[in-house]
């Protein structure tokens, strides 16, 4: 599902800017 890839996706960055957020 094209939807559900692009669910993956976001959550995904998000959890990457997340991260990077709480690293600095």
């Given at each position: 599902?094209?939807?559900r890839s692009f669910?993956?996706?976001?959550v995904t960055e998000?959890?990457?800017n997340l991260w990077?957020?709480?690293s600095i």
């Open positions: 599902m094209i939807l669910l993956v996706e976001t998000s959890s990457n990077s957020f709480v």
